[in-house]
């Protein structure tokens, strides 16, 4: 019985999504994430220089903090797929939750925020990412028929991507490397990471909107009485 009604709450209580608004919390979680991360981030390079202590505190909670990032990421577009289906919603997001975890402990170790594990760290994020693929092709196949899955999808390639090269920037110290001392105020490979990271958070706010108005297009047809109310 009680996990019978923790999926009623994950699924919003079990009644129909005729006539209501859809949840905007899964968005509100990703936002908070984003923001934790980028405030961590902010509050990195600011104080990192103060001690040798503060410089290995705060790098791992900065690394810790894309771990996070990356979990919230994925809350919006597992949630608006699979609404009604409380089970696999709750499948996906354990896992990459469970993921997280694992990568926040392995971020947080002092070993590992050596600047030699860069290419370690950007590893794992990756990683983190890619599996998102899993649930994007199990939605794609559930809603083959709906544009606005695909559109959605199609945004979501693009993020990946965008933080892609980011991660392609952060381990190859591009530009800096070919001119040493020429990109120590503007456009070091850190600054150019940074920026793709905001465009990359963007444009999965933007998938995120096409999925909340995709669900809430559903729901004033079922209202109309045109098709069968989902759960939310």
């Given amino acids: 019985?009680?996990?019978?009604?923790?999926?009623?709450?994950?699924?919003?209580?079990?009644?129909?999504l005729a006539g209501q608004a859809v949840?905007?919390?899964?968005?509100?979680?990703?936002?908070?994430?984003?923001?934790?991360?980028?405030?961590?981030?902010?509050?990195?390079?600011?104080?990192?220089?103060?001690?040798?202590?503060?410089?290995?505190?705060?790098?791992?909670?900065?690394?810790a903090g894309i771990a996070v990032m990356i979990v919230a990421?994925?809350?919006?577009?597992?949630?608006?797929?699979?609404?009604?289906?409380a089970r696999t919603q709750l499948l996906y997001l354990?896992?990459?939750?469970?993921?997280?975890?694992?990568?926040?402990?392995?971020?947080?170790?002092?070993?590992r925020s050596s600047p030699r594990?860069?290419?370690?760290?950007a590893g794992l994020f990756v990683c983190m990412a890619l599996s998102g693929a899993v649930p994007a092709l199990h939605a794609l196949a559930l809603d083959w028929g709906h544009r606005e899955c695909h559109l959605?999808?199609?945004?979501?390639?693009?993020?990946?991507l965008v933080y892609?090269?980011?991660?392609?920037?952060?381990?190859?110290?591009?530009?800096e490397r070919w001119r040493p001392g020429k990109f120590d105020c503007v456009g070091h490979s850190h600054q150019i990471f940074h920026v793709l990271v905001l465009v990359g958070a963007l444009t999965h706010y933007a998938a995120t909107a096409i999925l909340i108005n995709w669900r809430e297009a559903m729901a004033a047809v079922a209202a109309a009485g045109g098709a069968p109310a989902l759960t939310l």
């Fill in 1 to 16: 019985m009680a996990s019978t009604d923790f999926l009623a709450v994950l699924a919003s209580g079990g009644s129909g």
């Fill in 164 to 175: 892609a090269a980011g991660a392609g920037f952060y381990v190859s110290r591009v530009p």
């Fill in 23 to 63: 949840p905007r919390w899964p968005r509100t979680v990703f936002l908070a994430g984003a923001m934790t991360c980028l405030a961590v981030s902010a509050a990195a390079h600011l104080l990192a220089c103060h001690s040798r202590r503060f410089n290995r505190l705060f790098w791992q909670l900065d690394y």
């Fill in 73 to 85: 990421s994925f809350f919006p577009p597992v949630y608006y797929a699979f609404l009604g289906d």
């Fill in 152 to 160: 959605a999808l199609a945004l979501e390639l693009v993020m990946g």
């Fill in 117 to 121: 594990l860069r290419h370690l760290r």
């Fill in 94 to 111: 354990s896992l990459i939750t469970a993921l997280g975890l694992l990568v926040v402990g392995l971020m947080l170790s002092p070993a």
